[in-house]
């Protein structure tokens, strides 16, 4: 079924109860693979990107650059095929097809400026787990020399070329770098950015970058310098494989006592999540094509965890977490320090039996942007909970894969609604959790 069939499937019905078994494959991150995407509109030779998941985000990339006058056509074995010999910006009343449905658009800035001079961006879209704002791209894209103008519904840029700038950010924001990231690469001289992300997404964009021609050196400190070049050519790159989809389902295995084998999970870039899954007691076998995981004992562990950015416990982990640990013996602690609205989930999984309280205060060490600003960013979970199961709306796509895996764990029958949010990062969700054995009916 394709995307566009998948993305009007909006209900599903499960029965819980049942213990998850068998094999999952996961390929080209979400939170990669439309960033990959991205940089080969910054050369007019072709590119491929191999290891692609057919998900909504990409069928949005795939849209946008096609709007933007190029070309992109899925090959055969799970790959994408780009060439942007022409980019042209897409006249305003167009942009509107992409507002509010990812972030992604706001990432073309660098491209469509390098190649055209002109840029104009939608109000962006994303989950829905706190305001989102986007003044550290427009502030680094002033720095490097953009003039901006923001109006209600959009941002139009200008640039003859863009110059190297030294940078800072407030905050390791991975959208931001990733804009640096686009953009300097073909600007005039060197930038400096400090307090730089430094997920393994970044890194993989970084990797493709430097397979076009870039020179993109990643200092000590957060510090990531771009010599600016003047021109780059195509790359052949396999995606990064998705982390954070291989996390969802080793909670989900670990929450029913059911064993999963993911195909394509990698510990490198996984590293803090087994940790932390094997503290809860998860347990985990690393193979060479891939991750299987399980619950150690009877009994999972309740543990105190925080959210940070890389190196430490992804923000995209938290919620399948979550609902891992209200089956924990204990009472867990969980504070979100990236997003002020990630626990957004949580009031639907107390309609289910869940024993959670949430908590504006800061629980734990991490110095926290949150402290003081009325934000429910950390809560308190007591287990084992026996979860019923109840009608749900999903609000994110990481809180709707933390439904399913309640409504796996909960007695009785759950209806999900809004299920199409979760094919926006969860390739042939469906379709892995029959392999899975769960017992689904789509609506
Ligand atoms: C990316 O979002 C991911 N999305 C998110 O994954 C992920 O949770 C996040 O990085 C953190 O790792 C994609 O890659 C498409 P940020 P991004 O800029 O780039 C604040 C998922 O479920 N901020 O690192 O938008 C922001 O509000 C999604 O797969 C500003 O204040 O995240 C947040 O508090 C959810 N101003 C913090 O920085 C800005 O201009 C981190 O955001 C930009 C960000």
């Known amino acids: 079924m394709s995307n566009a069939k998948k993305s009007q499937v909006n209900i599903l019905d499960i029965k819980g109860g049942c213990q998850l078994e068998g094999e999952v494959f996961v390929r080209g991150a979400k939170n990669t693979v439309p960033k990959n995407m991205v940089a080969a509109l910054l050369t007019s030779d072709s590119c491929v990107i191999k290891n692609i998941a057919h998900i909504v985000d990409v069928d949005i990339m795939c849209d946008m650059i096609e709007a933007l006058g190029s070309n992109v056509r899925f090959t055969r074995n799970h790959s994408l095929q780009i060439s942007a010999s022409s980019l042209a910006q897409m006249p305003l009343e167009q942009t509107w097809a992409f507002a509010n449905k990812s972030r992604i658009p706001i990432l073309t800035c660098g491209p469509l400026l390098a190649r055209n001079g002109h840029a104009i961006v939608p109000a962006l879209g994303g989950c829905q787990i706190g305001d989102r704002p986007i003044d550290f791209h427009i502030e680094v894209l002033k720095a490097l020399g953009a003039r901006i103008e923001i109006h209600d519904t959009h941002l139009e840029m200008f640039a003859n070329r863009l110059r190297g700038a030294k940078i800072r950010l407030p905050y390791p924001s991975v959208g931001a770098t990733e804009q640096v990231l686009l953009s300097s690469v073909l600007a005039n001289g060197v930038t400096e950015l400090s307090n730089a992300a430094i997920e393994p997404e970044i890194m993989d964009l970084i990797a493709v970058l430097q397979k ?33 989809e ?23 870039n996984m590293l803090t999540f087994l940790n932390a899954f094997r503290q809860a007691g998860g347990a985990f076998e690393i193979t060479e094509s891939g991750i299987e995981f399980w619950r150690a004992d009877k009994t999972l562990k309740a543990m105190a965890l925080e959210t940070d950015v890389h190196p430490g416990f992804m ?66 979970i007591a287990g084992p909970t026996t979860l019923r199961g109840a009608e749900i709306h999903i609000p994110d796509l990481r809180g709707g894969f933390s439904y399913i895996i309640a409504a796996l764990v909960a007695n009785g029958a759950s209806r999900l609604h809004n299920i199409r949010l979760i094919h926006r990062g969860y390739e042939n969700i469906i379709e892995k959790l029959r392999a899975l054995k769960a017992n689904i009916q789509e609506e």
């Not at 050196?217 to 982390?243: E, M, Q, Y």
Request: glycine content about 8%.
């Open 212 to 244: 076009m021609g870039a020179i993109i050196s990643v200092d000590t400190h957060r510090v990531i310098t771009i010599h600016g070049v003047d021109k780059l050519s195509g790359f052949n790159h396999k995606a990064l494989p998705d982390r954070l």
């Open 246 to 268: 291989a996390a969802s389902w080793a909670c989900l295995a670990a929450a029913t006592k059911g064993r999963i084998f993911v195909r394509g999970a990698e510990q490198m």
């Open 315 to 380: 923000t995209d982990w938290q919620q399948p977490f979550a609902v891992m640990l209200t089956q924990a013996n204990g009472l867990s602690v969980i504070h979100e320090t990236v997003y002020e609205g990630r626990f957004g989930y949580i009031e639907a999984f107390k309609s289910m039996g869940a024993q959670i309280q949430l908590y504006q205060r800061c629980l734990g060490q991490i110095s926290c942007r949150f402290a003081n600003r009325n934000a429910l960013h950390s809560a308190v």
